[in-house]
């Protein structure tokens, strides 16, 4: 069974940290490339970053680049996100994701939703004073 895991969500002040964690089992993890997507209410939901398959290749939104940085561990097939420099607008529900790979080069990624099949089920990390 697929399973993709989020925790380490929560309360912080603008400016402040937190380690998002994607744990995952159930398929083989150096297949996939992995992504991390957050959703604020009454917004879509947004691509944050991605890592490639092999670890390589980071990708991020422009909304984030420079704050937020994503890294895996494929001996622990986890994933893992990174956030400094919290602002209020990076409230949402954070998810992690997974994106088929194996066809493609080992460098690929996507911050499109569309090309992801297996999601958890979300961390809430809101940022406040």
């Known amino acids: 069974q697929v399973r993709l895991v989020e925790s380490g969500g929560g309360l912080v002040q603008p400016g402040g940290s937190l380690r998002l964690s994607c744990a995952t089992s159930?398929?083989?993890?150096?297949?996939?490339?992995i992504g991390w997507f957050r959703q604020a209410p009454g917004k879509e939901r947004e691509g944050v970053s991605c890592?490639?398959?092999?670890?390589?290749?980071?990708y991020y939104a422009d909304s984030v680049r420079g704050r937020f940085t994503i890294s895996r561990d494929n001996a622990k097939d986890t994933v893992y996100l990174h956030m400094n420099s919290l602002k209020p607008e990076d409230t949402a529900v954070y998810y992690c994701?997974?994106?088929?790979?194996?066809?493609?080069?080992?460098?690929?990624?996507?911050?499109?939703?569309?090309?992801?099949?297996?999601w958890g089920q979300g961390t809430q990390v809101t940022v406040s004073s």
């Open positions: 994701a997974r994106a088929p790979s194996y066809l493609k080069y080992t460098s690929w990624g996507s911050l499109e939703s569309q090309d992801y099949d297996d």
């Open positions: 159930g398929f083989t993890f150096d297949y996939y490339a």
């Open positions: 890592i490639s398959r092999d670890g390589s290749t980071p």
